[in-house]
């Protein structure tokens, strides 16, 4: 509830607050604010507190009014075009926008712990080992030499030796060379398209998937395919359509606990999916975020494959700090030097310092044993976000695994989502992981930040607002 202060009327505040989240992008370009009557019931304001206030954003900038309709965030952009019918690519700029997840991850919505967030809480990664490896590395004269030059343009010899044993233990064979150095993950995949397609080019990716991904593509100008992921793997009737008609050069899938549903490839599917990518003559690139929580056996497509059509991208944000910017991609010897010659044009180089520390910690096992600790820790979060969110009269429309739960809550959570930013908690709603924006009764958790039956208490009390 609002209280109005000598500094601020009631006015000013509900102005303000609406006004911090739509230049945060927590309300997104072409959102629907909450009518003048529920608004003030939400905020325990009067109707005409909320009319003033929807008055100061209106000669802000940041709505418009809509004979009949009401109150609207502006559009940065024009709408993207309907989504075309029969298997048609979406064409323009996706509805759903990415940045709006991106600028939640940096905007501190409260204390509280975040379900929506896409990271382990910081906490969980404190440890005492990376700074000590940066601090062995610089004290190395031979380091204090390389800092005052370019870095090796692939990445650090020493990095890409350990990288190429750790996907050993993948079954993916990858030798050094074989293997470049990036800033996260993000960058590889970033890296990958900007080599291998032109703007125009028809690109598969799984749906619902990575929002960043969707717009990411869409704004190089690639005409987004969206595929239906199910349990087992990608839809491929639908992709097979999709390569008749259309021609895709690249399909990008993340094969192993899948965001947000936590699905894993079967080999079967693999199979006829690797089929599909010969036959048709399309690239895979293969994004194994999560490999450091997942289990060794689980199917990838890079090993099965051994890197003839594929391309495998991972980093360790997630796994060591959101802000330790390394990643790295694998691929066939064929593509690498096209692949490096991007990554120079972009980067240059990756930075020395931290790659030297990260292979430290990898050859003495650190990063094993952290990530053994976190697994552990996740297994124990999970069981608990799990019944907590059963009691909470919530189902899981896919099997709760990894770090992500796919909930089903009985609600439009985009609407869920907006007074749950009241009590300070920022959620991910079901419309934010499909390629254009549509109504959405799900929702996305972390495991790790839903442990709190403060947060489940008043998830309930929110969505019986809102039904």
């Given at each position: 509830?609002?209280?109005?202060?000598?500094?601020?009327?009631?006015?000013?505040?509900?102005?303000?607050?609406f006004?911090?989240?739509?230049?945060?992008?927590?309300?997104?370009?072409?959102?629907?604010?909450?009518?003048?009557?529920?608004?003030?019931?939400?905020?325990?304001?009067?109707?005409?507190?909320?009319?003033?206030?929807?008055?100061?954003l209106?000669?802000?900038?940041?709505?418009?009014?809509?004979?009949?309709?009401?109150?609207?965030?502006?559009?940065?952009?024009?709408?993207?075009?309907?989504?075309?019918?029969?298997?048609?690519?979406?064409?323009?700029?996706?509805?759903?926008?990415?940045t709006?997840?991106?600028?939640?991850?940096?905007?501190?919505v409260?204390?509280?712990?975040?379900?929506?967030?896409?990271?382990?809480?910081?906490?969980?990664?404190?440890?005492?080992?990376?700074p000590a490896?940066v601090?062995?590395?610089?004290?190395?004269?031979?380091?204090?030499?390389?800092?005052?030059?370019?870095?090796?343009?692939?990445?650090?010899?020493?990095?890409?030796?350990?990288?190429?044993?750790?996907?050993?233990?993948?079954?993916?064979?990858?030798?050094?060379e074989?293997?470049?150095?990036?800033?996260?993950?993000?960058?590889?995949?970033?890296?990958?398209?900007?080599?291998?397609?032109?703007?125009?080019?028809?690109?598969?990716?799984?749906?619902?998937?990575?929002?960043?991904e969707?717009?990411?593509?869409?704004?190089?100008?690639?005409?987004?395919?969206?595929?239906?992921?199910?349990?087992?793997?990608?839809?491929?009737d639908?992709?097979?359509?999709?390569?008749?008609?259309?021609?895709?050069k690249?399909?990008?899938?993340?094969?192993?606990?899948?965001?947000?549903?936590?699905?894993?490839?079967?080999?079967?599917?693999?199979?006829?999916l690797?089929?599909?990518?010969?036959r048709?003559?399309?690239?895979?690139?293969?994004?194994?975020?999560?490999?450091?929580?997942?289990?060794?056996?689980?199917?990838?497509?890079?090993?099965?494959?051994?890197?003839?059509?594929?391309?495998?991208?991972?980093?360790?944000?997630?796994?060591?700090?959101?802000?330790?910017?390394?990643?790295?991609?694998?691929?066939?010897?064929?593509?690498?030097?096209?692949?490096?010659?991007?990554?120079?044009?972009?980067?240059?180089?990756?930075?020395?310092?931290?790659?030297?520390?990260?292979?430290?910690?990898?050859?003495?096992?650190?990063?094993?044993r952290?990530?053994?600790r976190i697994?552990?820790?996740?297994?124990?979060?999970?069981?608990?976000?799990?019944?907590?969110?059963?009691?909470?009269?919530?189902?899981?429309?896919?099997?709760?695994?990894?770090?992500?739960?796919?909930?089903?809550t009985?609600?439009?959570?985009?609407?869920?989502?907006?007074?749950?930013?009241?009590?300070?908690?920022?959620?991910?709603?079901?419309?934010?992981?499909?390629?254009?924006?549509?109504?959405?009764?799900?929702?996305?958790?972390?495991?790790?930040?839903?442990?709190?039956?403060?947060?489940w208490?008043?998830?309930?009390?929110?969505?019986?607002?809102?039904?």
């Open positions: 509830m609002l209280m109005k202060t000598p500094a601020q009327s009631l006015t000013e505040q509900l102005s303000a607050r006004g911090e989240r739509i230049r945060n992008r927590l309300l997104a370009p072409g959102a629907r604010l909450p009518s003048v009557r529920q608004c003030a019931q939400q905020h325990g304001v009067s109707p005409s507190t909320v009319v003033a206030a929807y008055d100061q209106l000669a802000q900038g940041l709505v418009e009014a809509r004979k009949n309709r009401g109150f609207f965030v502006r559009e940065a952009a024009p709408a993207a075009a309907e989504r075309p019918q029969s298997g048609e690519p979406a064409q323009g700029t996706p509805p759903v926008n990415a709006a997840l991106i600028r939640g991850m940096f905007h501190k409260s204390d509280k712990p975040q379900p929506g967030m896409g990271v382990f809480p910081s906490d969980w990664l404190e440890s005492a080992f990376m490896a601090r062995k590395v610089t004290g190395t004269r031979a380091l204090q030499d390389f800092s005052l030059q370019y870095g090796e343009p692939l990445g650090d010899t020493g990095l890409r030796r350990a990288l190429s044993q750790k996907l050993a233990t993948l079954n993916v064979q990858a030798a050094p074989q293997i470049i150095t990036t800033v996260g993950a993000t960058h590889a995949l970033d890296i990958v398209s900007r080599t291998l397609l032109r703007p125009g080019d028809p690109v598969m990716v799984e749906e619902p998937g990575w929002a960043v969707f717009a990411r593509l869409a704004a190089l100008g690639m005409r987004i395919l969206p595929v239906p992921r199910r349990a087992d793997g990608p839809d491929l639908v992709m097979a359509r999709y390569c008749e008609a259309h021609q895709p690249l399909y990008v899938s993340v094969s192993v606990f899948h965001n947000p549903t936590g699905y894993c490839l079967s080999p079967g599917s693999a199979h006829r690797l089929q599909l990518a010969n048709h003559e399309f690239h895979i690139v293969e994004d194994d975020t999560y490999s450091h929580i997942a289990p060794l056996y689980a199917t990838r497509l890079t090993a099965l494959d051994g890197l003839a059509r594929t391309i495998y991208v991972s980093g360790f944000a997630k796994i060591l700090a959101p802000n330790w910017r390394i990643g790295f991609l694998a691929a066939h010897p064929s593509l690498i030097e096209q692949l490096l010659d991007t990554k120079l044009l972009a980067t240059l180089t990756t930075p020395a310092l931290l790659e030297k520390a990260l292979a430290l910690c990898m050859e003495q096992g650190q990063l094993r952290h990530a053994e697994r552990t820790r996740l297994d124990a979060a999970r069981a608990r976000s799990v019944k907590l969110a059963l009691g909470a009269g919530c189902s899981f429309a896919a099997e709760p695994v990894g770090l992500f739960g796919w909930v089903e009985g609600v439009d959570t985009d609407a869920l989502s907006q007074r749950m930013l009241d009590e300070g908690y920022l959620l991910a709603p079901g419309a934010l992981f499909h390629a254009e924006r549509k109504p959405s009764t799900l929702m996305r958790i972390n495991f790790a930040t839903t442990q709190d039956a403060a947060f208490k008043v998830f309930q009390r929110v969505r019986a607002r809102v039904k």
